[in-house]
């Protein structure tokens, strides 16, 4: 028996934590952990400096280890010249580039992998825009498992090598990772592994909410006032919202206290939440002929585009797109005059920044942190 059960986040379907579910059976929704039990106060945390400090709020079973490479405690970097060029109040940059393999796709494999192993699942396969099969291909090599990844063939050449070079079989594909995720699908189907496609498994968005707890943490247990978040796929959203609910459920965070306003940033050749969004639709249509140099936001038609949504409104949060040279621009700037190496998704997490704080969006006196998913290095061949 485990201290969690699976529940489907549409019709509430419960299954028991030690299941191997991927989609709920009964209307093919992602399913969410949750817990019996919370963690009752910051004595539950462990005297460790990566994402398992958190594993009370984690699903790892007491007798368990979890398969880590020390994913997580990533720095908030306080960046004062940025904030005065913005005019903002407070504003910090959320360094995820420091990971495993160079993105924050570490932490959510790092958890999806260590339930993987426990569940004794022949192999791993996944579909990618590059970060998340680097990810898995590492954390498979550590826990010994076989993977495969789907990847467009537009993926960049950094990205494919470091796949390559822990051992994961690597297959390219004509088009975007929707069509990478078909042939993933098909591959899991017909060999019995286990899909880690984003929100077709409820544990990657586990790893990604420590996210949310380090920023808290970090922040003296205190919520900011807005998060802006590149957005393709959507776990990291989705987990840290989730993260902030938990945390003021458990009582560790003062009851009636604003949670942090949620901002989804996305490339204007590929910007299906912000259409939704914009247009008060609870879903969001699939993107046709996604463009975008930021790999990781060439996702036309995101699993949890309703989570991302609901997380949206309910935070009081926005949504906004920037264009190509926007975000090369924005990226430049962020590698420029803080010294992060910034991905392109971290670029245009500044530029939709910008943008709002420009049209009166979001608040000249707002306490803001912006994620910087990935490494630059990764992008440049």
Not at 150 to 161: F, G, K, Q
Not at 227 to 243: D, F, Q, R, V
Not at 281 to 303: I, K
Not at 321 to 341: N, P, V
Request: charged content about 20%.
């Amino acid at each position: 028996m485990t201290h969690w059960s699976l529940e489907c986040s549409s019709c509430g379907a419960i299954t028991p934590g030690d299941t191997l579910a991927q989609l709920c059976a009964q209307c093919a929704q992602p399913y969410l952990v949750r817990y019996e039990r919370l963690p009752s106060g910051p004595e539950m945390l462990l005297n460790r400096w990566d994402m398992w400090r958190y594993a009370a709020w984690m699903p790892l079973a007491p007798d368990e280890s979890p398969i880590t490479l020390g994913e997580g405690a990533t720095p908030l970097v306080p960046a004062e010249s940025m904030a005065r060029t913005l005019g903002v109040r407070a504003f910090w940059i959320k360094e995820e580039g420091l990971n495993p393999t160079g993105s924050f796709k570490a932490r959510g494999m790092s958890a999806a992998v260590t339930r993987a192993k426990a569940l004794g699942v022949p192999g791993v396969v996944v579909p990618t825009a590059g970060n998340a099969g680097a990810a898995l291909a590492a954390y498979g090599a550590a826990a010994g498992l076989p993977v495969r990844v789907y990847a467009p063939h537009e993926t960049p050449t950094p990205i494919l090598n470091t796949i390559r070079a822990f051992g994961a079989e690597l297959i390219t594909v004509s088009g975007h990772i929707g069509d990478a995720g078909k042939a993933a699908r098909e591959f899991a189907g017909q060999q019995g592994w286990f899909d880690a496609s984003t929100l077709r498994e409820p544990y990657r968005i586990e790893g990604k909410k420590t996210m949310g707890l380090e920023v808290v943490e970090q922040l003296g247990w205190r919520f900011p006032d807005a998060i802006i978040y590149p957005t393709g796929g959507g776990t990291g959203l989705i987990g840290m919202w989730k993260a902030f609910q938990e945390l003021v459920t458990a009582g560790w965070i003062e009851e009636g206290l604003r949670l942090p306003r949620m901002i989804s940033a996305q490339a204007s050749g590929c910007a299906p939440i912000v259409r939704a969004f914009h247009a008060g639709n609870e879903r969001a249509t699939p993107w046709p002929d996604p463009r975008t140099h930021a790999s990781g936001l060439r996702v036309p038609g995101p699993l949890g585009d309703r989570l991302i949504l609901t997380a949206l409104r309910d935070s009081g949060g926005d949504a906004e797109a920037a264009d190509e040279d926007e975000i090369r621009e924005a990226t430049l700037e962020i590698t420029r005059h803080t010294g992060i190496d910034a991905s392109p998704e971290g670029g245009c997490a500044l530029a939709v920044c910008r943008r709002l704080l420009e049209a009166g969006r979001l608040s000249m006196d707002a306490e803001i942190v912006l994620f910087n998913t990935g490494a630059g290095a990764s992008y440049r061949a």
